[in-house]
C-alpha cells in the first residue's frame, strides 16, 4: 500500500490511471495475504480445539458473541481496543524507520504516572480542561522522552533498541512504584499504593451514547495523522528511506540520527497518551494496575497490522473482539484462559510465516514494476 | 501478575462449612433492594490471575467450585482479568450474557472505581468484593464487601513457631509494607512471644506480590542470619516453603495448605475459608433473602482457620495453637497494650478488640519485629 504509492511513476499526471492499478493490485496483496493467514491460523486453531474435544464451531460462534454479536459486546470490544491503538502505533512507528521497539509498557506507565502526577497540584485550583490537557502533555512528553531515549541509544551508541526499550519498560515501572509507594502516595489509601485521586470533576468522560471512552476517538485520529506524516510529508519519506536502507540514507545527507529519536519519541509519546487515558478516564489515579500488559499486546497488534497506521486501528479492533469474547469463552466452554492466548499466538506465528509470502503472487503485479522498498 | 493488594485469602479444605454465621456475622447494614429470581442463583466471580496459583486465586477457586456442586448454584468464572476497565467489562458480561445475580470481585482494583460504577448501572444485581472498602455513606446500596482477618490465623502460626524455634529467631516474607501485611507480621509476633519471650521475627519485604527469585532470596538470608521457621505474606507461598524445606528450616503456610510442599517442616499456616461467605450468599439469594452489605471476620465466625499440622509442629506446639484458636473463638483479643513499635513510639496504648477499625490503618512494625517498612 503505502510504499507502493511512492513509486516514482506516480508523480507524472499521464500515468495516474496506470499507477491506480498498481497501487489497488498491491494493496490487494497487503489485504488478502493477511486474510489468508488468519483462516490458516483459525483452522491451526480448530484443530487443535478438536484434539482437546472442543467444538471449534462454539469456540468461533462465542467469539463472535461475545466480541461483536451484541450492542453490549461490540462496546466492549472498542473499549478494549482503544488502548492498543496507541500502543501499537507505539511500535509501527519506530518500525518504519526499521527499529523493533518494545517499549510500549514502560512509557504508559510512566505516561499515565506523569499525568496523574502533574495533576495533583492543580487539583480544584485549575479547571478540568486545562488540567487535563497539561496531563496530557505531560504523559506524551514523558513517554515520548523514555522511547526516544532508547532510539537515541541506538544511534549514538549502537545499542540494540530491541532489548534496551524492553529493559526501560521494567525500570520505568519500578519509577512508578517508586513514587507511588513513596512521596507522592495517597495516605488515605492504607492497602493499595496510588497517587491522591483525580476525582470524577477531572475524569474524561465517555464518548456520548456509548460506554467508551475518548482514548478511542484520539487513538483513532492520532493513527490517520500518523499515517499522513508517514506517506504524505517529506519527514515520514525520509524515515521510510532510513528504514530501508540506513548507510544509503546517511550518504544522502538524511539527518538518521534525528529522524531516528524523533520517530522514537512519536512513539514513547503515542504509549505516553494511552497512559494519561488509563489516568484520566478509567483509573483516575496512578497505581501498579496502569502496567496491565497494553503495550505488550500493542506489539502483536502492530506486526498484525504490518505497522500500517491505519489498518492498526482494525486490527486493535479485531483483538479487542477476541479479548472481549475471552471471559464468555472460559464461561460457557469451561478452557482457561490461555485458550485465547493459544490462538492469538498460532494468529502471530501464522501472520510472520505469511511474510515470505509477499511478491510471490504474479496476480498481485501490475505490468509497470511496482518496487516495494 | 496478579498484584492483589489486600491480603491474599486462602481457602483450603474442599469440605462444605454449613456456618450460616457467615452472612450473619460482621454484617450491619443489610441492602434494601432484593433479587428474587424463581430459577436457581447464578454467582459470576472474577479474578485477576490463574485459578491454579497456589495462592489467593486458587484459595476463592477452590470455594467456587465447593459451590458448584450446591443444587441451584452456578458459577462462572473468569481468570486473568487485570485491574482496569477488562474487569468492568467482565462483570458487565456476566450479567448481561450469563443472568449473573451476583457479581464477586477478589481484586483489589477491582473495587473502585469499577465495581462502584457497575453496581450503580445494574441496581438489581448485587456486587460483593473481597476487601474492606465498601462505606455506607459513600456507596450504593446493591455493593458490599468481604473479608477475613487472616492475621489471627498467623497468630495461631506464631504461637506454634514460639515452641518450635531452637535460635529464637523467626523468619518473615512479606511482599509490600501496607496495613494488612503489617497486621499479620505483627500479631505472628505477638503469637511466638506469647510462647516464648525471646522469639524475635526478622522480616524482608519484597516489593512485590510475586516477585519469586526475590523470595527464595529472601528465605536463603534469613535462613543464613539463624532463623530456624519462615512464613510468608506473598502471592504464591510455594517458593518460599519449598525453599525453606530445602533449607532444613520449619515453615507456616499462607493463603492456602502448602503442607504437600514442605512434608518435613510443615508446622501449620493461615487461611481463609471462604466457602462460609459465598455459600452464605448463594443461600440468602435463593431465599430471596437481602445479603449484608458487610461481611467479616475470623475465628469467631469461621471465616479463617488454620492448616492442619504438618510433620513440624510437636505436641507441645499443638497443643498450644489448639488453645489459641479457642482463645480466638472466644475473641480473646491479639493487641494488648501497651505495646511499642520498633522504634520505641507507643502505638498501641491499650487492649483492642480483634476488630477494631485502629488496627486496620496499622503502619508500624511492633517491638519484636525485625526490620524496616521504609
Given at each position: ?249 546517511l550518504a544522502q545527507g538524511l539527518p538518521v540520527g534525528r529522524l531516528i529519536v524523533t ?111 | ?152 490465623g498467623h497468630y495461631v502460626d506464631g504461637i506454634a513457631a514460639g515452641l518450635s524455634t ?106 481463609y475459608k471462604w466457602e462460609t461467605i459465598y455459600k452464605g450468599y448463594a443461600e440468602k ?90
Open positions: 500500500m503505502t510504499e507502493a504509492t511512492f513509486d516514482a511513476t506516480a508523480v507524472s499526471p499521464s500515468n495516474a490511471r496506470r499507477d491506480f492499478i498498481v497501487r489497488l493490485r498491491s494493496s490487494a496483496e497487503y489485504i488478502a495475504i493477511p486474510v489468508f493467514a488468519l483462516v490458516v491460523s483459525a483452522l491451526l486453531f480448530s484443530l487443535f480445539l478438536a484434539a482437546i474435544g472442543k467444538s471449534p464451531v462454539e469456540f468461533f460462534e462465542l467469539v463472535w458473541r461475545g466480541g461483536f454479536g451484541t450492542a453490549f459486546s461490540v462496546q466492549n470490544t472498542l473499549q478494549r481496543a482503544a488502548p492498543l491503538i496507541l500502543t501499537a502505533l507505539a511500535v509501527a512507528i519506530p518500525a518504519r524507520i526499521g527499529l523493533i521497539t518494545i517499549g510500549g509498557e514502560g512509557a504508559l506507565v510512566l505516561g499515565g504516572f506523569a499525568s496523574a502526577a502533574i495533576a495533583i497540584p492543580m487539583l480544584d485550583r485549575v479547571p478540568p480542561l486545562p488540567t487535563l490537557l497539561i496531563m496530557a502533555m505531560a504523559g506524551a512528553l514523558v513517554g515520548g522522552a523514555w522511547v526516544g531515549l532508547a532510539g537515541a541509544l541506538r544511534h549514538y551508541r549502537g545499542v540494540n533498541e530491541t532489548i534496551s526499550s524492553l529493559l526501560l519498560t521494567y525500570i520505568g515501572i519500578a519509577i512508578m512504584n517508586f513514587f507511588v509507594e513513596g512521596a507522592l502516595r495517597d495516605l488515605t489509601n492504607p492497602n493499595k499504593p496510588s497517587t491522591k485521586p483525580l476525582g470524577d470533576a477531572y475524569m474524561i468522560g465517555k464518548i456520548p451514547g456509548t460506554d467508551v471512552h475518548w482514548g478511542l476517538a484520539a487513538g483513532i485520529i492520532i493513527a490517520i495523522l500518523l499515517h499522513i506524516l508517514m506517506t504524505r510529508t517529506t519527514f515520514g519519506f525520509a524515515a521510510r528511506i532510513t528504514g530501508g536502507n540506513a548507510r544509503a540514507a520517530c522514537t519519541a512519536i512513539a514513547g509519546a503515542c504509549a505516553g497518551l494511552a497512559g494519561f487515558f488509563e489516568v484520566a478516564a478509567i483509573q483516575g489515579r496512578a497505581n501498579a494496575s496502569l502496567a496491565a500488559g497494553y503495550g505488550f499486546t500493542g506489539i502483536l497488534v502492530s506486526f498484525l497490522a504490518r505497522h500500517n497506521p491505519v489498518a492498526i486501528i482494525f486490527v486493535a479492533i479485531m483483538f479487542g473482539g477476541i479479548v472481549a469474547s475471552g471471559g464468555l469463552i472460559q464461561r460457557r466452554m469451561d478452557l482457561p484462559d490461555a485458550t485465547v492466548l493459544v490462538l492469538q499466538g498460532l494468529t502471530f506465528v501464522v501472520l510472520l510465516v505469511s511474510e515470505t509470502l509477499y511478491g510471490r503472487f504474479a496476480i498481485f503485479k501490475a505490468a509497470t514494476t511496482s518496487d516495494r522498498t | 501478575m496478579s498484584s492483589l493488594p489486600v491480603q491474599r485469602f486462602h481457602i483450603s479444605r474442599r469440605r462444605f462449612l454449613h456456618a450460616a454465621g457467615a452472612a450473619g456475622a460482621a454484617g450491619l447494614l443489610t441492602s434494601t433492594s432484593q433479587i428474587a429470581r424463581a430459577a436457581g442463583v447464578t454467582i459470576g466471580i472474577v479474578y485477576v490471575g490463574p485459578r491454579d496459583d497456589f495462592g489467593w486465586n486458587q484459595a476463592h477457586a477452590v470455594a467456587i467450585k465447593a459451590l458448584k456442586g450446591v443444587a441451584g448454584v452456578k458459577a462462572v468464572e473468569e481468570e486473568n482479568v487485570p485491574e482496569t476497565d477488562a474487569c468492568a467489562k467482565s462483570m458487565e458480561s456476566m450479567v448481561n450474557l450469563d443472568g449473573a445475580d451476583i457479581i464477586l470481585g477478589t481484586s483489589f482494583g477491582y473495587f473502585s472505581p469499577f465495581m462502584v460504577d457497575l453496581a450503580k448501572k445494574y441496581p438489581k444485581v448485587q456486587f460483593r468484593h473481597a476487601a474492606p472498602l465498601w462505606d455506607a455513606t459513600k456507596h450504593p446500596k446493591n455493593l458490599g464487601s468481604y473479608f477475613g482477618y487472616l492475621n489471627q531452637k535460635s529464637n529467631k523467626l523468619g518473615f516474607v512479606a511482599a509490600k509494607p501496607i496495613a494488612s501485611v503489617l497486621s499479620n507480621i505483627n500479631s505472628f509476633m505477638l503469637g511466638a512471644r506469647k510462647t516464648n519471650p525471646n522469639a524475635v521475627v526478622q522480616v524482608i519485604f519484597t516489593g512485590d506480590w510475586s516477585m519469586p527469585v526475590r523470595e527464595a532470596e529472601a528465605v536463603n538470608a534469613l535462613v543464613d542470619a539463624g532463623c530456624d521457621v519462615i512464613t510468608c505474606h506473598v502471592d504464591g507461598p510455594k517458593v518460599v516453603v519449598e525453599t525453606a524445606e530445602k533449607r532444613g528450616v520449619k515453615t507456616c503456610g499462607h493463603n492456602a495448605s502448602q503442607a504437600p510442599l514442605a512434608p518435613k517442616g510443615f508446622i501449620t499456616g493461615a487461611e439469594l435463593a431465599k430471596g433473602e437481602a445479603l449484608p452489605n458487610m461481611v467479616a471476620g475470623g475465628y469467631d465466625t469461621d471465616m479463617v482457620q488454620n492448616t492442619p499440622f504438618g510433620a513440624g509442629a510437636t505436641e507441645e506446639a499443638r497443643k498450644a495453637a489448639t488453645a489459641a484458636i479457642a482463645d480466638l473463638k472466644a475473641k480473646k483479643p491479639i493487641y494488648v497494650g501497651p505495646l511499642k513499635d520498633n522504634k520505641g513510639k507507643l502505638v498501641i496504648d491499650k487492649s483492642y478488640d480483634n476488630y477494631d477499625p485502629y488496627l486496620d490503618q496499622m503502619d508500624y512494625l511492633l517491638e519484636g519485629v525485625v526490620g524496616s517498612i521504609t
